[in-house]
């Protein structure tokens, strides 16, 4: 009988009406679009991918997972292994390494076209502009310096112009 008293008697919490508070909640800004280049006719072709403000290497990990089903549709490919890994050493520079290991990659084992996606990639920041992007023959700025596996030379995608 006291438990049908008690849920006669409700909650305790008395109806009010509806209380306006305001407008739903919006971003304040559009998050990062990252930009990857891959193939299409073994010509750098530029992709988007949805971005993390402030990861700067999440650009080339996309990379290394190459085109989706649409764009392999498109004829779009890829040159870059999967399993890569990349650190910036003390003075910036990037190196790709094995991911899967404390080892890198041996000399000559990322084709060309592969060491260009990877260096355009590199050079491509922020919302999707590129910083470099493919400069003319009168601009020599390099933003982004790659050094790959087993070579002592460091790259940019400017050095890459004729795969465009």
Excluded: W
Aim: hydrophobic content about 35%; aromatic content about 4%; some cysteine.
């Amino acid at each position: 009988m006291t438990a049908i008293a008690l849920m006669l008697a409700g909650c305790g919490i008395r109806p009010t009406g509806i209380v306006d508070a305001g407008s739903a909640p919006m971003a304040d800004h559009e998050h990062q679009r990252n930009v990857i280049y891959l193939l299409k006719k073994d010509r750098l072709t530029r992709v988007e991918r949805a971005g993390m403000d402030g990861d700067t290497l999440l650009p080339l990990h996309q990379l290394g997972l190459g085109p989706t089903a649409d764009e392999l549709r498109a004829g779009i490919t890829t040159a870059v292994p999967g399993g890569l890994g990349y650190v910036r050493d003390d003075t910036g520079v990037l190196r790709v390494v094995n991911g899967n290991g404390p080892g890198e990659h041996g000399r000559g084992s990322l084709t060309r076209t592969a060491r260009a996606q990877i260096a355009c990639t590199a050079d491509a920041r922020g919302t999707g502009t590129p910083s470099v992007g493919f400069p003319s023959a009168a601009r020599s700025t390099r933003t982004s310096s790659v050094r790959f596996p087993g070579d002592r030379r460091t790259y940019a995608c400017a050095d890459f112009r004729d795969l465009r």
